[in-house]
């Protein structure tokens, strides 16, 4: 039976990108295929029908939000005359609409990255189209090279990837083979014109919540002003729902009756979004849609003519150092601001308010930066190792992971035990990332219900952690209890979410059990079923008063000073945001929600994370050793314990590390050695140590472990002979020349011997001194050099008294010079000392004219 085809000249009527039919159709024989082409061209609408028609086999489109995967499937089916379930179906989270004659299905990313999952041929389908991929999502890049595989085991697969700003070139070297890149297809822009304005606000647009009250205030009422004059439709861009939320309320209160002011954001239900995305009917009231970035490219909002930008986004920012990652509110891009202003001229002559000043303009980046640079890569580490290419290597990537994420990443999943230690997928690995749910979410679901016994339970812990609801308490139990009864923000969408997180659980019901029993489930089950997604947040407060606690992953954080957590020995944390002020307590991060747990339950969720350490160190000058017991970073019990032999040397080095070279007795003979290596290292290099502080202490297994040892735990770093332990640093064979090339004294013309004073080790700038009498060295011509003639010595000339009265390393010029005067001054204050007319000629001497 023959496939039904879509009406390509019903669908394309009127969009500009139906006039690259015939290029498209060649560029589809050649199996990838990049598509360019500006918003308002129709290539969400027309390109995938077209593929369809063009290859055997279902067509998958993805859309980056699932509100844009029901608008395309909405549309498509539209403009072909059918409805969504026959030839035009769609796959999101919770949501499915297919018929046995869909032949082109529209999902999102994930939707698409775990079918991959669990089969990795895509038995069936003809085709993949990737759109809006300019947004470089972690999904839509990890898809880019999972297909790129794909295609080199199915030669017959067609992959297609769209957008409207994207690096062609770059991408089709992805997708392509080496030899046979993607072709390239450049659809022209086809706007109307256009008309920029700038509009500043004179204060500040963000502060450390993110956008001002003042500025809000301001956009709002820049957008009611511009929409009452061009009497349109308008579309008004702001970071945030938050931000979203609060400009409707207030544009609600302002503008005209016959204006309808409505939001766009991803938490309003599917049928207000789909109302949003058809348009008005005729002769309906103007419409003001406020919306989230979500307007910005992938979807269209019929009937705009006039656009306000904020020129704000949110964007993902990760803090590797304390395990966080969240949305910030940052200055959108220069490339997101051009696709906002677009939106105006789609379908005739607009206006684009850039509610910001042109110096603000120019500094915005060209383009943001790809997800996978700043995101928690905990799912994207899973999906890689169940694709059999653990931490990415080895796959096509348009950008690769950082190494310090991914790695850091491999370590969550290893402690979950979803991968091996080789990197390897596990069998519960497997299992998990097939799930549409987060490898977090996934693991809290399944750990949580086989631990309860109670798979509801788990579903509803796990919706409310992965919602967008809050306690402002950060109490999980207190909002889980709200949104049971319906008063918290968000509860219908909860419910939802539990009945789809209890059917994948898709176990039988839960066991009956006495009243009492129940209660200590409920009471225990937020606590442990957020325990088992996130282990490395188990905490535990630092003191008796405080509301800081120790997170098992490393860093502190502050529960709200409101919060009736307080009290509570040990969280499990589900959220924590970086934050300042009093309101961290001084950690640097706030605790958003969390819920009270047991030590023994946190004993044994986090049971991978427990160690066991013996800390000796040296306290009153003695060895003391203590016994530890950690979860992570948290000090679960620690006991003091008898100093054994071994406990010394590492105790001592610690000690050392601590307090510095100065806890060792250094002898004059020592600091000379260690003056004058490091006299030869700075002027040779190596082999020659440097005998600075740091180098010294970081070597200091190398030439004091041998000492340290066999202090034992009642000895003292003052016992210590640094003068032979400093010796271990000399090198060989050179150290056979260590005194001729920096001797510790050097021969006069007197006859003596006077000792070289070496500059300290780490004073670069100082030379080697010898301080000696005047007299001794009459005759002297050629002033000494050290280090093979390298260093010259500076000769510090003394009275008979062994006061200064020179400076010099140019002896030949001293006496032939300020000679005259210092004898001119000298001779009657010390008559007993020889003060020679010539002191060429005369004999050097540390004696008096009469014993001489």
């Known amino acids: ?72 499937a909405h549309r498509i089916a539209q403009l ?13 989270r919770g949501e499915r609409r297919l018929g046995p004659n869909t032949r082109l299905e529209v999902l999102t990313p994930g939707v698409l990255l775990r079918r991959l999952m669990t089969d990795p041929e895509l038995r069936g389908v003809g085709a993949v189209v990737l759109d809006e991929v300019h947004e470089r999502s972690v999904d ?40 046979s890149p993607a072709e390239i297809v450049r659809v022209p822009a086809a706007l109307h014109p256009l008309h920029i304005d700038y509009q500043a606000f004179d204060g500040a647009r963000l502060s450390e919540r993110g956008v001002t009250r003042e500025y809000l205030t301001f956009i709002s009422e820049v957008a009611a002003v511009a929409q009452a ?81 904020s020129g704000l986004s949110r964007e993902v920012r990760r803090d590797r150092a304390r395990d966080m990652t969240g949305l910030v509110t940052v200055s959108a891009s220069r490339a997101s601001a051009e696709q906002r202003a677009g939106r105006a001229a789609r379908e005739g002559p607009g206006r684009a308010i850039r509610v910001y000043s042109e110096a603000d303009a120019a500094r915005m980046p060209a383009a943001s930066a790809p997800e996978i640079t700043a995101a928690d890569l905990v799912d994207a580490a899973l999906l890689f190792a169940a694709w059999g290419t653990p931490g990415g290597r080895g796959l096509a990537l348009p950008t690769p992971p950082p190494q310090a994420a991914i790695e850091q990443a491999e370590q969550v999943l290893h402690a979950l035990g979803l991968v ?80 789809r997180l209890t059917r994948i659980l898709d176990t039988p019901g ?43 992953g490393g860093t502190r954080a502050a529960l709200p000073e409101s919060s009736g957590l307080v009290a509570e020995e040990w969280l499990a944390i589900s959220e924590v945001q970086r934050a300042e002020g009093r309101a961290a307590d001084g950690t640097g991060a706030v605790i958003r929600l969390a819920a009270p747990i047991s030590e023994h339950d946190a004993r044994r969720i986090g049971a991978p994370l427990i160690t066991h350490h013996r800390l000796a160190r040296v306290d009153g000058g003695r060895v003391r050793v203590r016994l530890e017991e950690r979860l992570g970073a948290i000090v679960v019990t620690a006991r003091p314990t008898a100093p054994t032999a071994a406990d010394a ?90 005194d001729e090339l920096a001797p510790e004294r050097l021969e006069v013309p007197s006859g ?8 300290a080790a780490g004073t670069p700038d100082s030379r080697p001194v010898i301080a000696v009498k005047l007299q001794e060295v009459f005759g002297l011509a050629q002033t000494p050099r050290l280090v093979d003639g390298r260093v010259p010595v500076l000769f510090h000339l003394l009275s008979p008294a062994r006061k200064p009265l020179a400076i010099t390393d140019d002896l030949a010029s001293f006496w032939n010079g300020p000679y005259r005067e210092v004898r001119k001054e000298m001779r009657g204050r010390y008559p007993k000392h020889p003060w020679p007319e010539d002191p060429w000629t005369a004999t050097a001497t540390a004696r008096t004219k009469r014993r001489g």
């Open 420 to 499: 091996d230690d080789n990197g390897g997928v596990t069998v519960a690995g497997r299992e998990i990332a097939a799930l549409p749910v987060g490898v977090r979410d996934a693991r809290a679901l399944q750990a949580g219900a086989r631990d309860l016994g109670a798979p509801r339970l788990a579903a509803e812990v796990v919706a409310a952690v992965s919602g967008d609801s809050r306690d402002p308490g950060a109490d999980l139990g207190r909002l889980l209890r709200a949104l049971r009864s319906g008063t918290a923000p968000g509860a219908e969408r909860w419910r939802r979410e539990v009945q």
């Open 229 to 309: 004059k061009e009497q349109c439709d308008a579309l008004l861009f702001l970071p945030s729902v938050r931000d979203v939320d609060a400009a409707v309320r207030h544009l609600r209160e302002r503008v005209a009756s016959g204006v309808e002011v409505l939001p766009l954001h991803g938490r309003i239900s599917g049928r207000d979004q789909d109302r949003i995305v058809r348009g008005r009917a005729g002769g309906g009231t103007s419409r003001l849609v406020v919306s989230t970035a979500l307007a910005e490219s992938s979807l269209t909002v019929p009937g705009v003519r006039l656009v306000v930008d």
């Open 140 to 179: 839509g890049d990890l898809l880019l090279g999972m297909l790129a595989e794909v295609r080199e085991l199915r030669e017959d697969l067609t992959v297609i990837a769209m957008s409207a700003t994207l690096d062609a070139e770059l991408l089709a070297g992805v997708l392509g083979a080496d030899a």
């Open 649 to 738: 040397g590492p105790a001592f080095t610690q000690h050392l590390a601590e307090v510095g070279l100065e806890a060792l007795r250094w002898s004059d003979a020592a600091v000379s050695l260690r003056a004058r290596l490091d006299l030869l290292h700075r002027t040779l290099g190596d082999p020659w140590p440097a005998t600075d502080d740091e180098a010294l202490l970081s070597r200091a297994p190398e030439w004091l472990w041998p000492d340290l040892e066999s202090l034992g735990a009642a000895g003292s770093l003052r016992d210590l002979d640094v003068l032979a332990a400093l010796r271990r640093l000399l090198p060989w064979p050179e150290a056979g020349r260590f």
């Open 510 to 552: 839960e066991a009956t059990n006495s009243r009492d029993e129940l209660t200590a489930r409920n009471s225990a089950a937020p606590g442990i079923v957020t325990a088992f997604g996130r282990p490395e947040r188990l905490a535990r407060r630092t003191g008796a008063r405080s509301r800081t606690y120790q997170l098992a």
């Open 752 to 759: 003596a011997a006077i000792r070289v004073d070496y500059p």
């Open 80 to 92: 072909d005359g059918g409805s969504v379930g026959g030839a035009v179906g769609f796959t999101i």
């Open 1 to 72: 039976m023959s496939r039904s085809h879509f009406d390509l000249h019903r669908i394309g009527a009127g969009l500009p990108v139906a006039a690259a039919r015939d290029e498209l159709e060649r560029a589809i024989d050649h199996g990838a295929v990049i598509v360019t082409a500006p918003p308002g061209t129709g290539k969400t609408t027309f390109v995938p029908p077209l593929v369809a028609n063009h290859v055997d086999g279902r067509v998958l489109l993805t859309q980056p939000r699932r509100i844009a995967v029901r608008a395309a």
